[in-house]
């Protein structure tokens, strides 16, 4: 029984205790109240009746006379008169008072009052012996009335009281609640803080919970900033920052190889020229903070620090990835004036910094891609370029001419409803955990992957639609087989948006039982504004039973200790990290230090892009809880 109802039926018990006690009580005092005067009261008037007829004449008519006048006042119920030897010489008697008085209330009353008696003289001889009761029948309304009136009062004073008492209960049920919703967060690993209530022992278990998330968060923070810095000495550049060239290409040849929207933008390359004369004229130190500082306004150029991607190929090359960049027009204006400034810091030494754009997509050849790059390259580094830039827009046929018939095609095919591709997530004894479903839409008579539509989807604001549709497609899927629960994809945009959160639990509501089949990933690439969004939907559609992840979660991602008590079910780490893991023991570091620090809070880890056995028997040794990727087979 919860402690709310036990302290309810307390409190009811209480009043109940009260009532009866008081009744019982008052009732008690008043019939022995009552008894002694009607005792009193039947002496007395024995007596005076007694002592009158001892003056009169022993006529036994008039002696019926003077006790007819008597009994006629309507006070007795029995007069009786006996000779010396109980003979009844004179009786008159009435009928017992019942009025509305219930017969079980007599019976519990029931007034044990003596009758009173007196001797008849005559002269000095004793003539007889006058026994008289009077009628007390009337004392059981008095009495009914008396109980009437105190259960009145009392559930007036109850319902008062339990009006006062149910403010109390309120009072303490709503931070017990909070308290009793904090204990199942944290033994579901979901370590949340709350306001500290008032109550003082409610504060006390309060606190030591509260203590207990925040070590946890800090806890978090510190492993993950050691993991950060572990990441850093393998995988970058120690003078730059940037990543180092192997692991640079790894994650280019993953992105490439994926149907993902990422897979999609443009790639910058910078060549600092004279590389030795700079070490020469500034000296070896400023020429690092040269270099440091021409990666920081590289990166700069992504919309958010998560999304660039930047590596030194060699001493005086750097490399930038730009997903879901399309437009150079836009990019050019912006890395004139970061290159420009990264010149302006050594105006003595005329420092030319020759740069390279390319657009790539999905299943480019990496190699032939760092070809035209390099062909890009020396056309700028030659002496009779006009500028130090150079573009090569990528030859491919674009589905559509232009923005207005992308437009209508992407709203159409959103219409038409979206299809779900499967793809198997699996665990180390190869049962399926649940299946990826990227969407699908029909564009120019064929279905096109993400990587095809996504950049367009983003630039018209139709993410929370597609999301919309796709859900929609998953839930129909689900009523023909719920036999395993899908993976669907949401963007930034879409769990920022108030208005598609509340129509997709309203989705969600009408199918409850699928709904649990369902598991939501976002990307990584999550900002403090996105993960509070991602707080919000996941209060949202928690009590659904649906899941939540993370995906493309590279090494570089810090922001665990953010996400302690959002309750996610796993995280997916990118393929960039997963490609070789079996011939790379860094990456097994990395990767083994991610999956402890995920098991801490309950979070399953899940490998992304695995395409071989041996990554897979490799991924499995480390900690991983589970795989996907072109090498699974369910």
């Not at 050019?332 to 005329?350: C, E």
């Not at 999301?467 to 719920?482: G, H, T």
């Not at 649906?546 to 393929?575: M, P």
């Not at 990767?591 to 620090?597: E, K, S």
Request: charged share 20%; with cysteine; net charge negative.
């Amino acid at each position: 029984m919860s402690l709310i109802k036990q302290l309810w039926l307390a409190i009811i018990a209480l009043l109940l205790l009260s009532f009866i006690g008081s009744l019982a009580i008052s009732i008690t005092s008043s019939r022995d109240y009552i008894e002694q005067e009607v005792r009193i009261k039947n002496e007395d008037n024995a007596m005076a009746l007694a002592l009158s007829m001892s003056q009169l004449d022993k006529d036994v008519v008039t002696l019926e006379l003077l006790m007819s006048a008597q009994f006629d006042t309507g006070y007795y119920r029995r007069i009786t008169l006996r000779d010396t030897e109980g003979q009844v010489l004179i009786e008159r008697s009435a009928n017992e008072y019942s009025g509305d008085v219930p017969a079980w209330f007599r019976n519990v009353i029931r007034f044990d009052v003596p009758i009173g008696t007196a001797t008849i003289q005559d002269g000095w001889r004793q003539f007889g012996t006058l026994e008289l009761e009077s009628q007390h029948s009337f004392a059981y309304t008095s009495l009914w009335r008396i109980m009437l009136e105190l259960a009145g009062w009392f559930l007036l004073a109850g319902a008062i009281s339990l009006a006062i008492a149910t403010v109390v209960v309120r009072g303490i049920k709503h931070p017990l609640v909070r308290v009793v919703a904090q204990a199942k967060d944290i033994s579901a690993r979901r370590f949340t803080t709350i306001k500290e209530p008032r109550t003082l022992e409610l504060r006390e278990v309060a606190q030591a919970m509260n203590v207990l998330s925040a070590s946890v968060h800090q806890m978090l923070s510190q492993e993950s900033q050691k993991l950060d810095e572990l990441r850093r000495h393998l995988q970058h550049d120690r003078v730059t920052g940037a990543l180092n060239r192997d692991v640079f290409m790894s994650r280019l040849s993953s992105l490439l190889g994926s149907e993902d929207a990422r897979a999609t933008g443009l790639m910058i390359m910078t060549r600092v020229e004279s590389l030795e004369i700079l070490n020469e004229q500034l000296g070896h130190q400023a020429t690092d903070q040269l270099l440091s500082e021409l990666v920081t306004q590289l990166s700069q150029l992504a919309p958010t620090p998560e999304e660039a991607l930047v590596g030194r190929l060699n001493g005086s090359d750097f490399i930038l990835m730009l997903p879901l960049e399309a437009e150079t027009s836009a990019l050019i204006p912006r890395l004139r004036q970061a290159l420009d400034s990264i010149a302006l810091k050594a105006p003595n030494i005329g420092m030319r910094l020759p740069t390279a754009v390319v657009a790539y997509t999905p299943h480019d050849d990496r190699g032939g891609l760092l070809a035209t790059l390099d062909d890009a390259l020396a056309e700028a580094e030659s002496a009779s370029a006009h500028t130090t830039v150079a573009i090569r827009e990528h030859q491919h046929n674009s589905l559509f001419g232009n923005h207005a018939e992308w437009r209508s095609a992407l709203n159409a095919a959103i219409a038409l409803g979206p299809q779900l591709a499967y793809f198997p997530v699996i665990d180390a004894h190869h049962d399926v955990l649940h299946y990826e479903c990227p969407a699908r839409l029909e564009l120019a008579n064929h279905w096109q992957t993400a990587g095809t539509f996504i950049p367009w989807i983003s630039r018209f604001n139709l993410e929370p639609a597609l999301d919309i549709a796709v859900v929609k497609k998953a839930l129909e899927q689900l009523a023909y087989n719920p036999a395993h629960a899908i993976g669907i994809n949401l963007s930034i945009a879409s769990i920022t948006n108030a208005e598609f959160v509340i129509e997709l639990r309203m989705l969600l509501e009408k199918q409850p039982q699928l709904a649990k089949q369902l598991c939501f990933e976002v990307p990584a690439m999550l900002n403090s504004h996105a993960i509070g969004s991602l707080r919000g939907l996941c209060a949202a559609l928690r009590p659904l039973g649906c899941q939540f992840g993370i995906e493309h979660v590279g090494a570089e991602f810090t922001k665990l200790a953010d996400l302690h008590d959002i309750g996610l079910a796993y995280l997916k780490i990118d393929s960039s990290l997963i490609g070789g893991i079996h011939t790379s023991h860094e990456q097994q570091t990395i990767v083994r230090g991610m999956a402890t620090l995920c098991h801490s809070l309950g979070i399953q880890v899940i490998a992304e892009g695995v395409t071989e056995q041996a990554e897979l028997e490799s991924l499995f040794s480390v900690g991983v809880d589970g795989a996907t990727g072109p090498g699974v087979r369910a």
